[in-house]
């Protein structure tokens, strides 16, 4: 789509449309930016936009602007069914986003090769180790949901070029373009405060197939019941990984190896893996994934073992922080669903004092609680869900129950007290929420980096 000449708006001021609303003045598009925000709240895009030709609309009336507009750019979680923006829908104008001028652009300009990421779990853990395999032997861009915005590199990009994409239910809904690459790792419930149903959730993930040719790759999760039905859909060749058995085309693991077999006969041998540093049986899978996609991509089997042996982790994904008074403390504050949380715990062979709870997203905690009191000693719960929670924990019952304790508390500055008092050597302490963080903080990275601050500024006890 050209946009000279075009009355286009932009919903959200952010860090992704910031290069976009430039882009658009770039393409001499009339631009409107709407924000439900005030203008000290978004002081810092705003000063990157300082001179461009912008209208603004803040503050909570914003929406009402949206008449008269031709193109709409909608940030991700805008629920599409607001009275605004189906009024803008009826009188013609076309709906849009940065990713879909991201994925048109490249296409007509530099026709760079896209690997695309999704799942409820798992995401920016397995494209943050993709792209570091694939930095070893080839050029590579990562962004999408984390990393850059994708418009600020595209300039950069060659045909040679990789792009690797972390892409949210969010970004895919109605994208109109699939990755020549797509990887499904995993479907949960979540994010149904925002979808108004489990099926439209899995609807948006299946868009990152939707549009593939008959060219393009799909990698599955085999283990995963949801994205083992979707591999039907997929038109293009089909890998699938598992921890459990040996795909006939796909990523395994044989004998405590990381096998790939990528032509349904010859194995290639990748590294034990033994060897990961990543904690957790849940990150085998992610590392199966990256490694299969690495390898469709030309990476060579050395690369990709290099990675699998070196990388540790991302920040706020059971982060290790420190061990004092023999009490290990872990940081995995992106756990913002139960099957996040559950595999935290899951990947810790030590009782655990568990801090919980935040915004609530509309999810179950019933097999979390089940988890949580087997292997929590002491469950402190905070945010808007402490109750839900705290509901679901004492409906538990059975013999293997370790839970002995349950504590709310109204902040997490008072959580970290609780925990501190409570965890005792050969404990760890987990901030591990199964929730968003928006009844409390901006996002995870602030709640995550506050508990870490608390931490780090725990003494140790006089002896």
């Known amino acids: 789509m050209r946009y000279t000449g075009k009355k286009v708006a932009v919903i959200g001021l952010g860090v992704n449309n910031t290069p976009l609303i430039r882009f658009l003045v770039e393409q001499g598009a009339e631009v409107s930016v709407l924000d439900r925000k005030n203008r000290d709240e978004l002081r810092e895009y705003l000063d990157q936009l300082a001179g461009l030709p912008v209208t603004y609309h803040l503050g909570p009336d914003y929406l009402e602007y949206l008449r008269g507009q031709e193109v709409v750019f909608l940030s991700p979680g805008v629920p599409k069914n607001l009275p605004a923006l189906q009024e803008a829908a009826a009188s013609g104008a076309v709906f849009s986003s940065e990713l879909e001028v991201f994925f048109a652009e490249n296409r007509q300009r530099s026709r760079a090769p896209v690997i695309g990421i999704t799942g409820s779990c798992g995401k920016t853990t397995t494209t943050t180790m993709l792209g570091l395999m694939l930095e070893k032997e080839k050029p590579v861009r990562v962004g999408g949901n984390i990393g850059r915005p994708p418009l600020t590199f595209l300039p950069e990009l060659t045909p040679e070029t990789w792009v690797v994409l972390e892409l949210s239910s969010f970004q895919l809904q109605d994208l109109g373009y699939s990755p020549q690459i797509a990887v499904l790792l995993n479907i949960t419930p979540n994010h149904l405060d925002v979808h108004s149903s489990f099926d439209e959730y899995v609807q948006a993930k299946e868009e990152i197939i939707k549009n593939q040719s008959g060219d393009d790759l799909a990698i599955f999760n085999w283990d995963n019941p949801v994205t083992r039905r979707l591999a039907a859909n997929a038109k293009g060749k089909v890998y699938f990984f598992s921890r459990r058995l040996q795909p006939e085309t796909g990523a395994f693991v044989k004998n405590g190896d990381i096998i790939l077999r990528l032509d349904g006969k010859n194995e290639e041998y990748i590294c034990p893996a033994a060897e990961k540093r990543l904690p957790g049986e849940h990150n085998l899978e992610n590392i199966l994934a990256a490694a299969l996609a690495a390898r469709l991509a030309g990476v060579s089997p050395a690369a990709i073992a290099s990675v699998i042996r070196e990388f540790k982790g991302v ?109 005792g050597p050969g404990e760890a302490v987990l901030l591990s929420p199964a929730c968003a963080s928006y009844d409390m903080f901006r996002n995870f990275e602030e709640r995550g980096r506050r508990f870490k601050e608390l931490v780090f500024g725990i003494q140790p006890r006089k002896k």
């Open 315 to 423: 920040e706020h994904r059971l982060e290790f922080l420190r061990e004092l008074d023999g009490v290990v403390y872990y940081n995995d504050s992106k756990a913002t669903t139960p099957e996040e949380t559950i595999a935290g715990l899951r990947a810790l062979s030590v009782p655990v004092v568990l801090i919980g709870g935040g915004y609530d997203k509309k999810l179950p905690f019933t097999e979390l609680a089940k988890v949580a009191a087997e292997r929590c000693r002491v469950v402190i719960l905070i945010g808007a869900t402490a109750g839900k929670i705290r509901e679901a924990l004492e409906e538990v019952e059975g013999e293997d129950r370790l839970l002995s304790e349950i504590h709310q508390a109204a902040s997490l500055e008072e959580a970290v007290a609780i925990a501190r008092s409570k965890a």
